[in-house]
């Protein structure tokens, strides 16, 4: 899987309050949850965010709550990939079973600039900088982790039989 996008970067301890604030949990509709994404800490990222685009983020992205609001909003909003340092561990897996691609690779992270071009390939864990020309290697995901990640989620995943 490839990724290109435009950079969108925050710091460190970015919430799950923060990326979807409480009084929106409400409701369950993706279009929803995105236009209210991120609102709290950058009022203009529902205006700036591009299909395809690519968070960057500092230590402990999505700390907070337990709630898979947070990372469908991010989703939803057209972000297609967060890189960070670091994730709350439930933010990971909620991430994951719903379809966001997220890596961990703190070189990347402090390599990319907000607005950077940003391509990622997660078949063989390489994030390149395009607006630099600089590369960072991590992890690939295990290859049925992107086929959960390709088919849209975990559930997708199970009911097309991706995985079992």
Do not use: W
């Not at 009022?43 to 700036?48: A, D, L």
């Not at 991010?74 to 960070?84: D, R």
């Not at 997660?122 to 959960?148: A, C, H, M, W």
């Amino acid at each position: 899987m490839i990724f290109n996008g435009k950079s969108i970067k925050y710091g460190d301890n970015v919430d799950t309050d923060v990326i979807i604030p409480a009084r929106y949990l409400n409701t369950s509709d993706h279009k929803e949850l995105a236009s209210h994404c991120m609102e709290d800490i950058d009022k203009e990222f529902v205006n700036k965010v591009q299909a395809g685009d690519i968070m960057v983020a500092g230590n402990n992205f999505g700390c907070g709550s337990s709630r898979e609001h947070a990372p469908i909003a991010i989703k939803a909003s057209g972000i297609s990939l967060v890189i960070a340092n670091s994730f709350a561990r439930i933010f990971y897996r909620n991430s994951i079973n719903i379809g966001l691609a997220i890596l961990e690779c703190p070189e990347a992270v402090a390599g990319i600039s907000d607005g950077d071009k940003v391509e990622a390939d997660l078949d063989n864990g390489v994030i390149y900088n395009r607006t630099t020309g600089k590369s960072f290697k991590t992890q690939p995901f295990p290859e049925f982790i992107q086929k959960i990640i390709a088919n849209g989620g975990l559930v997708a995943s199970i009911k097309n039989g991706s995985i079992q």
